[in-house]
């Protein structure tokens, strides 16, 4: 059992991201042993195959997805990444930057539960191991429905939980003694990756969760598991 002195409020999350922002991506690519990259490639294959689209990518954090989705794809035209936390944007920024990518991709501090975007302004609304992390998670969801298209579709990928019962359980054990130890001693930061575990072991990952887009009113929900299901990718239109 986790110590609740030991447990973040997700209202107080992206003070926890600001705090780690400097190790953030060295120890998501160790602790994830690179298949983090991996996944957020894996996001590419489900955007839309229409020119001149704008994309929104929620929980943007220091811009990875954004990246990744945007670099040798002149299909996207623009690309707004939202995140509540200053320190990990700026780091975004950078890396923006430096990849030649700042003429169409712009960052903002923001909410997902209450967006500053207009009623469908986006082909396609991301998020990436960010959705856990929201307070109220059908708030953000019906957020993310206001801003997409008709027709367009929103991509999730968040962790979830092996079906194979012996997958299922060296997962635990890596999440529950691995990713806080590995976490603390590079970050200094324990609370942090006792957070991560915490918050993948309560989402309701697999078919709970594509009922509840269904219930905010997504339409050809499609979920499409990683790595034995370690993490899955939803695919959910409008």
């Keep these: ?119 469908g302004t986006f082909d396609c609304v991301t998020i990436s191991f960010g959705i856990r992390n929201i307070p109220d998670l059908r708030l953000a969801l019906l957020e993310m429905y206001r801003v997409t298209k008709k027709g367009g579709r929103v991509l999730i990928l968040e962790f979830s939980k092996p079906q194979n019962p012996i997958l299922k359980l060296g997962h635990w054990l890596y999440l529950q003694t691995i990713v806080p130890l590995v976490g603390f001693l590079f970050s200094g930061n324990f609370k942090a990756y006792t957070y991560l575990n915490q918050t993948i072991q309560t989402f309701p990952y697999g078919d709970r969760f594509c009922k509840i887009l269904k219930q905010m009113g997504f339409v050809n929900i499609e979920p499409h598991p990683l790595m034995g299901g370690a993490a899955t990718i939803y695919v959910a239109y409008k």
């Design 1 to 119: 059992m986790i110590s609740k002195n030991l447990v973040l409020s997700k209202s107080d999350s992206w003070k926890m991201f600001n705090a780690i922002a400097g190790r953030y991506d060295f120890l998501n690519r160790l602790l994830s042993l690179g298949q983090d990259v991996r996944w957020r490639r894996a996001l590419k294959q489900f955007l839309p195959d229409t020119d001149k689209q704008t994309i929104l990518d929620l929980a943007t954090g220091t811009a990875d997805v954004l990246i990744v989705l945007t670099k040798d794809n002149p299909k996207i035209h623009w690309g707004y990444g939202v995140d509540p936390a200053v320190n990990m944007l700026e780091i975004g920024r950078k890396k923006i930057q430096h990849q030649h990518l700042d003429d169409r991709l712009t960052l903002q501090q923001g909410d997902a539960q209450a967006l500053p975007f207009s009623e």
